[in-house]
């Protein structure tokens, strides 16, 4: 089957070594040249990525019979509903149902009028007046958040980002006025605290099957300082749960993701493709953060090469709307992935700067590189301003699949940035004592 891949990150690295290796004969459009995807496709194409007719009509020439999209930018373009119309079939949502992500209020709206657990209070603000009389009167902690895409830099939270309710309110009145994230108005919500996981699940449109959970790493520095970023690395468990993470907080956020599905197919948005539920455990159970209309990056990169069905045969039935009759299977192997990135990166990055791979040092290590936002010219790989390149580790327990993450993090000349404290046992202690602290915090009330 001739499978469409767009977007040339990591994520879709990832994704296109799924669809090769469950069988698919691979296509790729990207804006940059991704060196991995490249030598992956039977044909890549370099294109602009939200240019829908011309992807379209590359597409058709090649007489590809599905469409895989990595990035949110595309999907709310509609690419999805252009091709489904001209009768290429898509394992990724239509723009009114990626409206999960890319439309922030309508998220809150969505689990508010369905009445889905795992809701944050939100407000919806256009007006300055009555935000800053919500936010002089609320007595914790608030989010501001822009209603669209802001490339994951629009999230400001009071006591980080913002010191106090006069910078709450100066935030706010910002997003507003200046239209941040598309649209003149700013979502306000409560800020919950615990331990942060990823859940991602494939979809039918209404069975969803869920793969492992993963931990990000959104802060630029280590220790989780710093600037947020796309994601500086993550990892996964061995029991396909998190050192923080309980069997039954699992089964409450699966419960919320599989409610949010039958909710886009009742309001008449059926959802198809992969999802991707941002989750805070807190003393409250499983808290949504964000919904995402795809994979996330890092975390595709944890999960995608412990799938041992056919990635393909998944594409398939979640088209098809056989997604129930299917039983997934992961490998019982704990993950760390290690993002470089430019120097700078999260605040300033430094492009165009060439990096040097030692493929013989990678494979020494046991890691799996994906290559991510970088190009390649005469044969020499250079940085954008987005992350550059992945190592994920894959062992019997976290430490392990850690240390073989680090070990090719050593293959890299150059000068760039990485976080090497993710993974290590003493971040993952520091997490699961911060989540005994909320949840103990909370019995002590
Ligand atoms: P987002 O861009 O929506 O992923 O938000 C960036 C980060 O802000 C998230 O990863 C969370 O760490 C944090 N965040 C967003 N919303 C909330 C919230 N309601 N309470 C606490 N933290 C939040
Ligand atoms: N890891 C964050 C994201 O993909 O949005």
């Not at 969505?110 to 935000?131: K, N, S, Y």
């Not at 910002?174 to 991602?200: D, P």
Request: glycine share 10%.
């Amino acid at each position: 089957m001739k499978i469409l891949v767009v977007g040339g990150g990591a994520r879709e690295h990832a994704l296109c070594k799924a669809v090769v290796k469950g069988g698919g004969e691979l296509y790729s459009v990207m804006k940059n040249l991704n060196p991995g995807i490249a030598r992956l496709s039977t044909i890549h194409k370099l294109m602009d990525e939200k240019n829908v007719p011309e992807v379209l009509a590359w597409a058709q020439e090649q007489g590809i019979e599905m469409l895989v999209v990595g990035p949110e930018a595309s999907l709310e373009v509609a690419i999805v509903d252009v091709f489904t119309k001209a009768g290429i079939a898509a394992a990724s949502p239509t723009k009114a149902a990626a409206r999960i992500e890319t439309d922030k209020a309508f998220m809150r709206d969505l689990m508010l009028r369905h009445d889905i657990p795992g809701r944050v209070e939100h407000h919806t603000f256009t007006d300055v007046a009555e935000m800053e009389a919500f936010v002089r009167s609320y007595p914790g902690r608030l989010v501001v958040k822009p209603i669209g895409l802001t490339g994951g830099k629009g999230v400001r939270i009071e006591g980080e980002q913002m010191a106090n309710k006069d910078e709450v309110v100066a935030y706010a009145r910002e997003v507003i006025e200046e239209g941040i994230g598309g649209s003149a108005a700013v979502v306000i919500e409560e800020c919950v605290e615990g331990e942060e996981f990823t859940l991602q699940y494939f979809s039918d449109g209404n069975t969803i099957k869920t793969l492992p959970p993963v931990q990000d790493h959104k802060r630029a520095y280590e220790g989780d300082v710093g600037p947020n970023t796309g994601g500086m690395g993550s990892y996964s468990a061995a029991d396909h749960l998190l050192p923080f993470l309980p069997a039954q907080v699992m089964e409450q956020a699966k419960v919320i993701c599989q409610a949010v599905i039958d909710a886009l197919r009742r309001d008449g948005s059926p959802y198809v493709g992969t999802m991707y539920g941002q989750f805070m455990y807190t003393p409250r159970g499983p808290m949504v953060i964000e919904f995402n209309a795809r994979f996330g990056d890092p975390e595709a990169m944890n999960v995608l090469p412990l799938l041992k069905t056919s990635y393909v045969e998944v594409l398939k039935a979640m088209v098809e709307g056989t997604l129930g009759a299917m039983e997934l299977e992961f490998a019982p192997k704990a993950t760390v992935c290690k993002y470089i990135v430019p120097k700078g990166y999260g605040v300033s990055s430094l492009a165009d700067v060439p990096l040097g791979v030692n493929e013989e040092v990678v494979s020494n290590s046991g890691a799996i590189m994906f290559y991510a936002s970088v190009n390649e010219r005469d044969g020499k790989i250079f940085t954008t301003s987005s992350r550059s390149v992945a190592f994920v580790g894959c062992g019997t327990t976290i430490a392990e699949a850690e240390a073989k993450a680090e070990a090719a993090l050593s293959s890299v000349t150059g000068e760039y940035d990485a976080r090497h404290d993710i993974g290590k046992p003493a971040t993952i202690e520091r997490k699961v004592n911060h989540m005994r602290e909320v949840l103990e915090g909370r019995q002590n009330d």
